[in-house]
């Protein structure tokens, strides 16, 4: 039995490739991916579904085309479905270099906290103490994105670095298999 696309992913993709996409765009990129009307009409309930979810906004029509956009917690959604999809290419070979992540955000954006605590988890960080995470894997720009997309100038800070205390670089061998 194949398996049914996820047009939302794959609208998740297209959007964040650029800042604004003509809704006809997707259309074409969906249907020339799949060789199916069908898929159109898939790809057209997906979207609104994204719209209906607070992950995609509707700009204003220029003419009879209509463009698209990620919102802020589309944003997060298609870093997300990046970092889960099978096709993620991150390297698993240790360069010696340890990622750092320390995130500060008030009580206030609770939400949005959890979100980049998920991502982290799902990019194989390992939470050292409440706010710093750490990991061998290459993600710094994946985060750096995040970052800039998200605007946390001083809410998160990436530090790479091939320097450590031997103490922790021992247990952090240990959590990461001996990298």
């Known amino acids: 039995m194949a398996k049914t696309p996820d047009y939302s992913k794959k609208i998740l993709k297209i959007l964040s490739e650029k800042p604004v996409v003509a809704v006809s765009d997707i259309h074409t990129r969906i249907d020339a991916q799949n060789d199916d009307k069908k898929a ?17 906004e509707a700009i204003s029509s220029i003419g009879d085309q209509s463009y698209a956009r990620l919102t ?3 944003k997060q959604k298609a870093h997300s479905a990046i970092i889960d999809a099978d096709t993620a290419l991150v390297s698993h070979n240790w360069d010696g270099k340890w990622r750092i992540i ?21 990019a194989n960080f ?46 952090l061998l240990k959590v990461f298999g001996g990298k």
């Open 102 to 122: 320390l995130l500060d955000m008030p009580e206030s954006r609770k939400n949005e906290r959890e979100s980049l605590r998920y991502i982290l988890k799902k």
């Open 40 to 56: 159109v009409y898939a790809a057209t309930r997906s979207l609104k579904a994204l719209a209906d979810g607070g992950y995609v």
């Open 126 to 171: 390992v939470c050292l103490k409440n706010s710093a995470w750490v990991s061998p894997f290459p993600y710094e720009h994946l985060f750096t994105n995040i970052k800039k997309d998200l605007g946390l100038t001083t809410e998160l800070t990436i530090i790479v670095t091939d320097t450590i205390d031997e103490v922790s670089h021992q247990e």
């Open 72 to 74: 802020k917690a589309g």
